[in-house]
């Protein structure tokens, strides 16, 4: 199966930076879109920033301008780069992937276990 992978979270006070990274492992024929989505206590996952296969990207209007998703398709590996953080940015933050496994295969969906992004004021 595939696993995904998250590092990088952590304390920062406001106004610092953090880059998350994922990686995807297992049996892998193609990866379509990747993405960071974040969820606080009592509410819904919302989707943060996605990625394509190609250099196509969309972004919550919330974080436009101080994040910035990318992706190193040899590595199976999405990056996100959150600069200018805010208070209000803490989450726990999730990947995920559309992954193919082969090519006869429809793709499926994969969530990573999550990581913890707390910004101080």
């Known amino acids: 199966q595939v696993q995904l992978v998250e590092s990088g979270g952590g304390l920062v006070q406001a106004g610092g930076s953090l880059r998350l990274s994922c990686a995807a492992s297992?049996?892998?024929?193609?990866?379509?879109?990747m993405s960071w989505y974040r969820q606080t206590p009592g509410k819904q996952r919302d989707l943060v920033a996605r990625?394509?296969?190609?250099?196509?990207?969309t972004y919550a209007d919330s974080v436009k301008g101080r994040f910035t998703i990318s992706r190193d398709n040899a590595k199976n590996t999405v990056y996100l780069q959150m600069n200018s953080l805010k208070p209000e940015d803490t989450a726990v933050y999730y990947c995920?992937?559309?992954?193919?496994?082969?090519?006869?295969?429809?793709?499926?969906?994969?969530w990573g276990q999550g990581t913890q992004v707390t910004v101080s004021s």
């Open positions: 990625i394509h296969s190609g250099t196509d990207t």
């Open positions: 995920h992937a559309n992954v193919a496994i082969s090519a006869t295969q429809y793709e499926s969906s994969y």
């Open positions: 297992g049996i892998i024929f193609s990866i379509r879109a």
